[in-house]
């Protein structure tokens, strides 16, 4: 496994990229209420990220059809957009990516829609704070199997469950790079596998399942649930290790 490390130049570029992004994603949090249609947040997303002077990455990538993955209640990634609008009590995770000048920025959010339950707001909380956990978790010289251990225990203490079988990754000037790095141990041991060092830059996702995280893929190759069939949360930041610390890039 080839990690790459980035230079201060890279970084900066990065960071850029992610900036676009977590403009979208602050903007949709007054956005987004009921009767707001999926493609409407989609268009939105695309008008954003074009008129920073990006391009939107998730768009045509492995065929995806849309600038951004809308995802809602017991969809858990890579909903595809439709007229569906928004109802009072939904709660909808938007993923997105832009590409500017060759390099990557990618982020994600759940949302509520109006009044929500406690229930979903104990979901979304459970992927913000588990996202925020590893952030102030991770260190230099660490190996990533010690994070993604660190996730699974957050989730499972929370009384929620990891989606299996997708991750976090790195990300530079390709939208996926080296390493995965999923929210739950794979194997035994969490002192395996790369390690952590500066200048790497990567994303954190937790997908937060209830209590069967199977993934499910839909019959449009992309839509993603949960085998429970119980409703979801994602949150994601991209980080830079920078002088042995941690940045997020993908916030204002």
């Known amino acids: 496994m080839s990690i790459p490390i980035k230079t ?13 992004v977590a403009r979208v994603l602050d903007f949709l949090h007054d956005f987004i209420k009921p009767g707001i249609s999926l493609l409407e947040i989609d268009q939105i997303c695309e008008d954003m990220i074009k008129n920073a002077g990006a391009k939107p990455a998730f768009k045509g990538l492995y065929g995806f059809p849309n600038t951004a993955c809308v995802s809602v209640n017991e969809v858990i990634i890579h909903g595809i957009p439709n007229e569906y609008k928004l109802q009072d009590g939904d709660i909808v995770s938007v993923d997105i990516g832009a590409n500017l000048n060759g390099y990557f920025g990618d982020s994600a959010r759940t949302y509520p829609v109006g009044q929500i339950s406690k229930d979903d707001e104990n979901l979304i909380a459970c992927s913000k704070d588990a996202l925020y956990h590893a952030i102030d978790f991770i260190k230099v010289g660490m190996h990533f199997k010690e994070v993604c251990n660190e996730l699974e225990q957050f989730i499972l203490n929370r009384g929620f469950v990891p989606l299996r079988g997708f991750c976090g990754h790195g990300i530079g000037k390709r939208p996926h790079e080296e390493p995965e790095i999923p929210n739950y141990l794979e194997g035994n041991n969490p002192k395996a596998g790369p390690k952590i060092r500066n ?36 949150y994601e930041h991209c980080l830079a290790i920078v002088n042995n610390k941690v940045e997020i890039l993908s916030k204002v």
Not at 8 to 20: G, S
Request: glycine share 6%; charged share 25%.
């Open 8 to 20: 201060a130049k890279d970084i900066e570029h990065l960071r850029v990229a992610n900036q676009i």
């Open 199 to 234: 200048n790497m830059v990567f994303c954190i996702e937790p997908m937060i399942c209830q209590k069967d995280g199977t993934p499910v893929i839909g019959e449009d190759k992309w839509t993603t649930t949960a085998k429970d069939g119980l409703r979801t949360a994602h």
